[in-house]
């Protein structure tokens, strides 16, 4: 979502490249179009839009990617 | 379609259910003529789905047959009875107990070609479903989640892979359908993991789009969200709908905090008087509700609009614009600038606190953020509160 933003540089979603096998499939879940495919690979393309919601995670067959927030 | 038997017709079940009927009812022969010409002057397509002791959902059309047995077809229109309860569950009234019963459902002329759309069971989602499948014919598998949406559910782990697995293994969806293919809304991806459903049930997970309301067009479009079906939203009106809830969860606290309020305002020179604890409470009290309606309906409201990017700080821009004509209004009841000041804090706290509040509601904060913003504006927050308290016993001597 562009017009509605929340605090930056929070999140904790890491996604590690050299695991990324390319299946799209984060691109897909992810409510807020954190990512986009280049080269075959996943990219983050808008961290700051991360709501750390966990869909990417739980749909990624490679374990590429992270998200960890506290209790809240 | 031929496949599914008596698909459309009610003739086989009239049949064993008018047995059932005659033995039930064989001590006093007479009854069974009144039945029988009874039904037959007014035929209800429900009757032999009828049991002693159940109630039929409103929103029932007719049952079919399947290789799986009778399953309920639904109707696409929403009933008089759907539209108040749904307002009355927007206002927050039975908001727990709003559920459907988890299970397979048939929309329009279902086949074994059709599609299988999965929800949740808190019946506004399955109303909202519903109400956008007009002239499709699909199946609907609900899940049980304990009455909650898609995305809350699944978030909390009802919404689970173990719970779809279960659901399509229960309600034997390889007899219904020829192929292996189940639409799962996209926001239902935080709980259930596509690879793992096809482990465990043989059937693959499309994601389907976000909104119900796209659903004909990725349907038409062969099973292909575009960019805007894949992202969340939060319009002026998703904010408008949620405020009934938000003000309804603050009413039992709010009460008592008018009660304090009351007791307060009693504390003066005379160490207390009535008097004074009705007067000084009451505009107090408009101290509170300017506090209220800023933080749980003017900021969700004007949300984009009000500047920074936490809601706690936007609660205290709009608590503090909102409550400058409310006490320009009551100043003439107040003497002195020490009880306005404490009044201003008031409402101005409440509404900050309120809008923070607003965060778990969004469709875009993350649990990182709102962590980072409570420790940093609760201390405020509290802080705020013991001064004005402070300030509003001082005014009144």
Redo the contacts between chains.
């Keep these: 979502?562009k017009?509605?933003?929340?605090?930056?540089d929070?999140?904790?979603l890491v996604l590690d490249k050299e695991k990324c096998i390319g299946c799209s499939?984060c691109t897909?879940?992810?409510?807020?179009?954190v990512f986009e495919m280049r080269d075959n690979k996943a990219n983050i393309i808008d961290f700051n839009?991360?709501?750390?919601?966990?869909?990417c995670v739980?749909?990624c067959?490679s374990e590429a990617i992270s998200v960890s927030?506290?209790v809240? | 379609m031929d496949k599914i038997e008596g698909c459309g017709s009610n003739e086989s079940p009239k049949k064993k259910n008018l047995k059932i009927s005659t033995f039930d009812v064989n001590i006093m022969s007479s009854m069974d003529e009144i039945a029988l010409s009874g039904s037959a002057e007014l035929p209800n397509p429900l009757a032999d789905y009828e049991k002693p002791g159940y109630k039929m959902c409103s929103y029932v059309d007719k049952f079919i047959q399947t290789d799986a047995g009778a399953i309920p077809i639904i109707k696409s229109k929403l009933g008089k009875d759907d539209l108040f309860s749904t307002f009355y569950v927007r206002c927050g009234i039975k908001r727990n107990k709003y559920i459907v019963v988890p299970g397979l459902y048939g929309i329009g002329k279902p086949d074994k070609n059709s599609e299988v759309l999965v929800t949740a069971n808190f019946k506004l989602t399955f109303d909202h479903l519903r109400k956008q499948l007009d002239d499709i014919n699909a199946w609907i598998l609900v899940l049980d989640t304990k009455g909650i949406n898609v995305?809350c559910a699944?978030?909390k782990g009802t919404f689970s892979t173990l719970e779809l697995v279960r659901k399509i293994k229960d309600c034997n969806l390889e007899k219904i359908v020829d192929h292996k293919r189940i639409i799962v809304p996209?926001?239902g991806?935080?709980?259930?993991?596509?690879?793992d459903v096809k482990k465990l049930s043989g059937f693959r997970v499309v994601?389907g789009p976000?909104r119900a309301n796209d659903i004909p067009a990725f349907l038409k479009n062969k099973r292909q969200?575009d960019?805007n079906m894949?992202?969340?939203?939060?319009s002026l009106y998703e904010r408008f709908i949620l405020t009934p809830v938000e003000i309804q969860i603050v009413l039992k606290p709010a009460l008592i905090t008018a009660l304090a309020l009351f007791i307060i305002s009693g504390f003066g020179p005379g160490i207390f008087s009535f008097s004074s604890a009705w007067e000084r409470g009451t505009i107090s009290f408009f101290a509170l509700i300017t506090g209220i309606v800023s933080g749980a309906f003017v900021t969700p409201m004007l949300?984009?609009f009000i500047p920074s990017?936490?809601f706690a700080l936007k609660g205290i821009i709009a608590g503090s614009i909102f409550s400058i004509p409310v006490l320009l209004i009551i100043s003439s009841a107040i003497s002195g600038a020490a009880g306005l000041f404490a009044l201003f804090l008031f409402s101005v706290t409440i509404s900050s606190y309120l809008a923070m509040n607003f965060t778990g509601a969004?469709?875009?904060?993350?649990?990182?953020?709102?962590?980072?913003?409570m420790k940093r504006y609760i201390p405020v927050q509290l802080a705020s509160l013991v001064i004005s308290t402070g300030l509003w016993i001082y005014s009144a001597f």
């Design positions: 979502m017009e509605l933003r929340y605090i930056d929070v999140s904790t499939l897909q879940v992810c409510p807020q179009a839009a991360c709501m750390e919601c966990g869909a739980n749909n067959p927030p506290g809240g | 995305w699944a978030g996209q926001l991806a935080t709980g259930v993991a596509a690879r994601d976000i969200a960019k894949r992202q969340v939203t939060f949300l984009p990017r936490e969004t469709s875009f904060t993350s649990p990182s953020g709102v962590e980072k913003e």
